[in-house]
């Protein structure tokens, strides 16, 4: 199949090469694949393995951002939340609830955090969520009971959404940009963009599964690199002027703990006033983030001490009934927020809008910024400018109205229901299949059915199924066992990492994908050392709690 690609890749001439398939790349593909262009995503990694996978997982309009002006940016997103919770990705992404606390003598008074509701309702006029309420004191530790209750003057409750598995809104993109036409390759790395005579030619890439290296010819390279978008224009004519200044964020997962709240709680750190959240998420709670300028090594972007005490510091002061010390953190993830370059100034004041910058060099595009919320109004866009410097007038766009391929049934609550009374599967590998699949787990159904040992559960924590792992393999590009567990299964993410899972994966690809013995403990033993980047880093307990006023 690889080897079909790569031979396919030599012997065409794209409209467009689109290098990164995180969310933006992956959904720029698929517009541009609806539209009828002949597209080529080539990632250096798995999809989905960059920052698309180290976010807050939020699809929000960013209540913050109104603090800082960008009502455009804030309409937007509230828009794209609409579009992606009720048309575009039902089975990934759900309502949820936040609760922001208000406490005495803190810089974000009930008042102003009163006038940033009605103003975030207002821009989201049309939205089928419902509007916020201000709660009193007690309604407030009615809906979170652990909440520090000492200075507490009550609380806002509103409506945002989450995509608990970012990962597979992006490898859905792909997927069905696949089933589309386009040419997807992953382990694909840009080593060169090619240009003649002031224009793009296309890019050279580096096959790094099977070595070699290639050439992919196009009339327009859109760079969807992220936070390496810099890298990838080093060394051509393009290259040199600075246009991302990354800032690292980092997150802590925990267990649920006593008193932990249903709703998110989106609150202010006493040490510094800086927003962050503690979202119920997968099972498990997910706090984050911090804001730091990045200028480390990009391929291994890893949470440091100080920023996992700082969380579980400022959670302890928020929640004191979670008592939460490092021991009880899990696993801890970061990524770098490719946001545009400015050379001073506080990290959180930087623009969270996104950009697409022509370079110097014709036919050649870098995204700079973006949110997971907005990636579809933003390859909206890549793919009209696309067109333009084809020298074709764009057609008209789609994406908002055609569901992703686990969304495409007439009725998703119905599917769901017929789903669990045709499963053979126990109920919680049935919810899991629709939470990680929508309906696409008819697909895996099938294959389960084949072979007793692929309807076993390789996974007590998530009711995840043998199955899973050579569909992921065979119909959903995954390449490796971490591609499988993080990226396509989702076990990975469960509260050991997916180890728990990993020597039965390992068996399954022997059986049904033709491993031989070297090449399952090869990938097991790289898994092991993938996964070594999310323990959090060892030092002295943390210890918590403190006064909010
Ligand atoms: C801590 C944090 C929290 C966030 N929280 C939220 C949130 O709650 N909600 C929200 O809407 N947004 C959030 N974001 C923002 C959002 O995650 C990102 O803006 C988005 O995922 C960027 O996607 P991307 O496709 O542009 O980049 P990436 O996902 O980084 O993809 C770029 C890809 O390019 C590939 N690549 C790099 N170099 C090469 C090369 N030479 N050849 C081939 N491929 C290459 C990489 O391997 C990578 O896969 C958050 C970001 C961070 C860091």
Known sequence: MRERVLQEISGES??????????????????????????????KGDLAAGTTASSTRLIHGGLRYLEHGEVGLVRESLRERETLLRKVAPHLIRPL???????????????????????????????????HRMLSPSEALGHAPGLNSEGLRGAALFYDAQAEYAERLAVENALDARARGAHVLTYARVERLMVEGGAVRGVVFKDLLGGGTQEARAAVVLNAAGPWVDEVLEGSPAGGEKLIGGTKGSHVVVRAFKGAPRAAVYAEAAEDGRPFFVVPWDEKLLIGTTDERYVGDLDRVEAD???????????????????????????TYSGVRPLPYVAEGREGGITRRHFIRPASV?????????????????????????FRAL????????????????AAVEDFEQFKHDFAARSTLPPVSTARLLKVYGARASEVLRLAQTDAELSQVISE????????????????????????????????????????????????????????????????????????RFKPPAGAPVRGGGSLT
């Not at 959904?27 to 541009?32: F, I, L, N, T």
């Not at 936040?98 to 008042?111: F, I, S, T």
């Not at 728990?500 to 898994?527: H, I, M, N, P």
Request: aromatic letters at 6%; hydrophobic letters at 40%.
């Open 391 to 406: 020298g074709r007038n764009p057609p008209p766009c789609e994406t908002a109205d055609v569901p992703l391929p686990g």
């Open 461 to 532: 924590e998530t009711g995840s199924i043998g199955a899973e792992v050579v569909h992921a393999f065979r119909e959903e590009l995954a390449e490796t066992l971490a591609d499988c567990l993080m990226r396509r299964t989702m076990v990975g993410l469960n509260s050991e990492l997916g180890l728990d899972a990993l020597d039965g994966a390992a068996r399954l690809a022997q059986k049904f994908l033709g491993w031989d013995e070297g090449r399952a403990s090869g990938e097991v033993e790289a898994y092991r050392k993938y996964v070594e």
């Open 14 to 43: 794209f409209d467009a090469v689109v290098v990164g398939a995180g969310v933006n790349g992956c959904g720029v593909a698929r517009d541009a694949a609806m539209r009828g262009l002949r597209v080529l995503l080539l990632d």
């Open 305 to 331: 001490e100080s920023e996992v005490e700082y969380l579980v510091r400022e959670t302890n002061r928020v929640l004191p009934s979670a008592r939460l010390t490092r021991a009880d953190v899990l696993y």
């Open 97 to 131: 609830p936040l609760l922001v606390p208000v406490y005495a003598g803190r810089r974000r008074g009930r008042l102003t955090i009163r006038a940033g509701m009605l103003a975030y309702d207002l821009l989201s006029s049309s939205k089928s969520l419902p509007r």
């Open 362 to 386: 014709r036919g050649l595009f870098s995204i700079v910024g973006g949110k997971l919320t907005t990636y579809r109004a933003l390859a909206e866009g890549a793919v009209d400018l696309i």
